[in-house]
């Protein structure tokens, strides 16, 4: 199990602190839904490292730990997505987190399942939470970490096909996909960020590299 590192040592200005947030919304029928797929990759990252989301602050659930030196704070904002971006600049802003050390998690409909696309900056691309963490920041400039979940079917509404359930074939293959997400958390943590766009930004079926 990994030191947890205590709260005031990890608000200090000069601690260094990475923030990892994933996006969804809070609620036990939101739990298994597309849209959550941020917060289904925190939980795995969490359970990977035996981390646990005990404390609430700025409207979110918080867990913190130590991955190779790097003290961590894990998020996942119970604002309601559309909303993410109060709970998210509160943090930034708390912890004293640079936006490079800033990684968001969140899903992403122009991607199919499987894929994963890990990003140093850019716009929402229609993503309501991620559009709420920008206009908050003030700023585009924060790496993230798109999960596709594929376009719905035929003429569904975008907006209902992201709030339902994954499917049961879909689960199915979500799990290599989680796995493959928590290496490429882990990748971002200790080897940064061109690293992990290097050897993640491709589909699920390639080889998955060694993160170290």
């Known amino acids: 199990m990994h030191r947890l590192p205590s709260i005031q040592s990890i608000s200090s200005p000069d601690s260094h602190a990475i923030l990892l947030a994933g996006l969804g919304n809070p609620g036990r029928e939101h739990k298994e839904n597309r849209h959550n797929v941020g917060f289904i990759v925190i939980d795995a990252f969490c359970q990977a490292l035996q981390i646990r989301l005990t404390r609430v602050q700025s409207k979110a659930l918080l867990g913190f730990g ?25 943090l930034v802003n708390f912890y004293k987190i640079p936006l490079t050390q800033l990684l968001v998690i969140h899903d992403d409909l122009d991607l199919p399942l499987g894929t ?18 920008i206009q908050k920041l003030g700023s585009q400039d924060f790496p993230r970490l798109r999960v596709g979940i594929g376009r719905p079917p035929g003429q569904m509404d975008a907006a209902a096909y992201v709030l339902q359930d994954f499917s049961p ?6 799990k290599p996909v989680l796995e493959r997400a928590v290496k ?3 990748a971002f943590i200790t080897e940064g960020l061109e690293y992990t766009m290097n050897h993640f930004n491709n589909t699920l079926h390639e080889e998955t590299p060694n993160a170290g």
Do not use: C, F, W
Request: proline share 4%; net charge positive; aromatic share 2%.
């Open 169 to 174: 074939m879909e689960q199915e293959l979500l």
């Open 184 to 186: 490429a958390v882990q």
């Open 116 to 133: 994963l696309r890990i990003r140093p900056s850019g716009g929402s691309a229609g993503q309501k939470g991620l559009a709420s963490i």
């Open 66 to 90: 130590i991955l190779a030196d790097h003290k961590l704070i894990i998020a996942k904002p119970q604002t309601y997505m559309n909303l993410s971006g109060q709970s998210i600049a509160s």
